[in-house]
T-cell receptor, first 113, second 116 residues
Framework: GDSVTQMEGPVTLSEEAFLTINCTYT??????LFWYVQYPGEGLQLLLK?????DKGSNKGFEATYRKETTSFHLEKGSVQVSDSAVYFC????????????FGTGTRLTVIP | EPEVTQTPSHQVTQMGQEVILRCVPI?????FYWYRQILGQKVEFLVS????????KSEIFDDQFSVERPDGSNFTLKIRSTKLEDSAMYFC??????????????FGPGTRLTVT
C-alpha cells in the first residue's frame, strides 16, 4: 500500500548548519508529495509541495525535489535558524483522486544558538 | 489568517467512556478530515467528510467512531466506547476543495486523548 518512510529524529543542529531530513515513499503511479511543519502548540502547516517528478518545492529557504527514480523527497535547508525548530512531516497524496494524506512519523528538529 | 481550531487541547477519559472531540474548520472550506497520531507512530488518516456525509474512511474508522457536522461551524469526532489504544493525538483538517495536489489541507493544533 501507499506509505511514507521518514528519517527518525530527533535532530539537533547548531544555527547555520545544513539540514537534510530524508523521506522516501511507496506508491503506485505519481503521487503528490508534501512537507508539513508543526511549531509548538500549532497545527501542521504546509511547508512545500511537488506534484510531479523532478518538480522542486521551496519555501522559507527549504527545498525538496521529487525524485521518481529513487522515490524520495528529501527536505534540505542550507542554513538553519533557531526559529526552524519544529516537527517536520513528509506526506503523500495518491494519484487515485482520494485526497487523504499519508504521513511519515515526523522528525523533531532542534536548532541551538 | 483563518485557522482551524480544536477543543479541548487535552482530554483524559476512562476506558469505555464516550468522548467527543470538537473542531471548527475554516469557514469557507467544504472538506473536513480527521487524522490521528499514536505516540511514536505515523499520522494516520481516519475519515473525510463532504456535503454532510463521509466520503472516505480508513480501516481504523470502525463502528466505534462517528463524525458529524451538527451546525454550520463545528465538526466533531465521537468515539463511543474508548479503548486504551485510542490514546493518541487527533488532528482535524479542512480544505476549500478537492483537486489532487491543488488545495492545501489546513490542520488544527490537535487534541491529545488519553484513555486510562
Amino acid at each position: 500500500g501507499d506509505s511514507v518512510t521518514q528519517m527518525e529524529g530527533p535532530v539537533t543542529l547548531s544555527e547555520e548548519a545544513f539540514l537534510t531530513i530524508n523521506c522516501t515513499y511507496t506508491a503506485t503511479g505519481y503521487p503528490s508529495l508534501f512537507w508539513y511543519v508543526q511549531y509548538p502548540g500549532e497545527g501542521l502547516q504546509l511547508l512545500l509541495k511537488a506534484t510531479k517528478a523532478d518538480d522542486k518545492g521551496s519555501n522559507k529557504g527549504f527545498e525538496a525535489t521529487y525524485r521518481k527514480e529513487t522515490t524520495s523527497f528529501h527536505l534540505e535547508k542550507g542554513s538553519v535558524q533557531v526559529s526552524d525548530s519544529a516537527v517536520y512531516f513528509c506526506a503523500l497524496e495518491t494519484e487515485t483522486g482520494a485526497n487523504n494524506l499519508f504521513f511519515g512519523t515526523g522528525t523533531r528538529l532542534t536548532v541551538i544558538p | 489568517e483563518p485557522e482551524v481550531t480544536q477543543t479541548p487541547s487535552h482530554q483524559v477519559t476512562q476506558m469505555g467512556q464516550e468522548v467527543i472531540l470538537r473542531c471548527v474548520p475554516i469557514s469557507n472550506h467544504l472538506y473536513f478530515y480527521w487524522y490521528r497520531q499514536i505516540l511514536g507512530q505515523k499520522v494516520e488518516f481516519l475519515v473525510s467528510f463532504y456535503n454532510n456525509e463521509i466520503s472516505e474512511k480508513s480501516e481504523i474508522f470502525d463502528d466505534q467512531f462517528s463524525v458529524e457536522r451538527p451546525d454550520g461551524s463545528n465538526f466533531t469526532l465521537k468515539i463511543r466506547s474508548t479503548k486504551l489504544e485510542d490514546s493518541a493525538m487527533y488532528f482535524c483538517a479542512s480544505s476549500e476543495a478537492r483537486v489532487r495536489g491543488a488545495y492545501e489541507q489546513y490542520f488544527g493544533p490537535g487534541t491529545r486523548l488519553t484513555v486510562t
